[in-house]
């Protein structure tokens, strides 16, 4: 069954159209065509009649005429054919057509009258020869059609399964037409994004391979500083430093997930909500000693099918960027069935952060704080990965509120 939307719908279409309009062309010409035989061969056959019987009729002589034919003069006209305005007209009687030709001379008025004339069938015969024409034209355009609309749209059909499926060679490549032409193009371009997309892949996966050894080499060293550093000055940055290689480390590891194919299928479900509530803890820190509270509302619980670093990754990259470019006031981390809120009262995003969103087009007044946007940008990636969304909207009393809304299929209940 082919889509309400598909092409061959209104190639079918123009067929029929064609073929309508065309039909009613020929019929209507083939209408004055016959119209006017007909009043060319009634004429003059009536006026040969005239011609023969008036003179026969003024001598007295009688005037034998064809089977049909009837010549009346005076008072041997019919009352019904009486009235009848000079030259040529038709006229029924008893349900009868006749064709009446009506004059007068010096002897007064006559007519010549045809009872029946073969042109009538002849005419009907013509009719309906093209009704039947008419019917099997427009038949013949819709198959026409179909049969046109199969040939132009099947290949494409066939094209755009292939690049939907992600098949390395396309078909209708050898073709020298101009599906050949679109198919060698989105064979180019498929292969170029191919060779980008593995590019990228293996940048990802070798960088984040190659940073591990020395995150992990300083985790370690600032491990040792922490337990053994009997100095404040020693142990406060040696903590930084383990903070910072640990969320380095975090982050590797979401690019090398990142980097691989999405089968969220394959996953075991994680819960998103315990998630939120052990991120929120986590950054109790960031806001100790700041006129800023920090709390995670909402009982929901809910599980996803994904990798746990994608979404710790996103939940606490929200958290943290709310944390960190919010003065005063609170950041509110809330749960609800199949969505996490972190919304606070912060000055906004500015410009720049808006243009990573994918929102930059629109003017937006903003005196939000400085960034780039970067972990933005990544939670952007791991929501797309994910096949969740991401919205942003600014909060009515200032401030701005992210929503990462997880697909219902990757919601389990």
Excluded at 16 to 24: D, K, N, T
Excluded at 232 to 257: K, N
Aim: with cysteine; glycine share 8%.
């Amino acid at each position: 069954m082919r889509p309400a939307s598909s092409l061959s719908r209104p190639i079918v279409g123009a067929f029929i159209l064609f073929g309508v309009v065309l039909s009613l062309f020929f019929a209507v010409l083939a209408a004055l065509v016959v119209e006017g035989i007909e009043v060319h061969l009634v004429d003059e056959r009536l006026a040969e009649v005239e011609k023969w019987a008036r003179p026969r009729a003024a001598a007295g002589l009688p005037a034998d005429l064809p089977a049909g034919l009837r010549f009346h003069r005076g008072d041997d006209i019919p009352l019904s054919l009486r009235a009848l305005p000079a030259g040529v007209s038709e006229a029924e009687v008893d349900g009868i057509g006749l064709h009446v030709l009506a004059g007068a001379d010096e002897r007064g008025p006559y007519v010549v009258v045809d009872h029946e004339s073969d042109y009538e069938e002849i005419e009907i015969l013509v009719y309906s020869m093209f009704a039947a024409f008419f019917a099997g034209f427009v038949t013949l355009a819709l198959f026409l059609g179909r049969f046109v609309g199969r040939r132009i749209v099947t290949p494409l059909r066939e094209l755009a399964d292939a690049v939907g499926q992600g098949a390395f060679a396309l078909p209708h490549t050898e073709r020298a037409d101009e599906l050949g032409t679109l198919a060698r193009a989105l064979a180019a371009h498929t292969r170029e994004l191919r060779e980008y997309l593995d590019r990228e892949r293996l940048f990802t996966g070798d960088v984040s391979h190659e940073l591990r050894t020395p995150l992990t080499v300083i985790m370690g060293a600032a491990e040792i500083l922490v337990e053994n550093g009997r100095s404040p000055a020693v142990q406060a940055p040696a903590q930084r430093i383990y903070r910072a290689a640990q969320e380095a480390t975090e982050c590797v590891t979401v690019l090398l997930v990142l980097a691989r194919a999405p089968q969220l299928a394959l996953f075991s479900p994680v819960s998103v909500n315990e998630i939120a509530r052990r991120e929120t803890e986590r950054y109790q820190a960031m806001v100790t000693g700041r006129p800023v509270t920090l709390r995670c509302v909402g009982d929901a619980a809910f599980r996803i099918c994904a990798p746990a670093e994608l979404c710790v990754s996103a939940i606490a990259n929200l958290i943290r960027n709310a944390c960190q470019y919010t003065e005063q006031g609170e950041v509110t981390v809330v749960i609800e069935p199949g969505r996490i809120t972190v919304e606070d009262t912060g000055r906004g995003l500015p410009d720049a952060v808006r243009q990573t969103l994918g929102e930059g087009a629109r003017p937006i007044p903003s005196s939000g704080s400085a960034g780039t946007g970067l972990g933005l940008s990544l939670v952007k990636r791991i929501c797309e990965y994910l096949g969740a969304s991401l919205v942003y909207e600014n909060r009515p009393s200032g401030g701005s509120r992210f929503t990462i809304i997880f697909p219902v299929t990757f919601t389990p209940s």
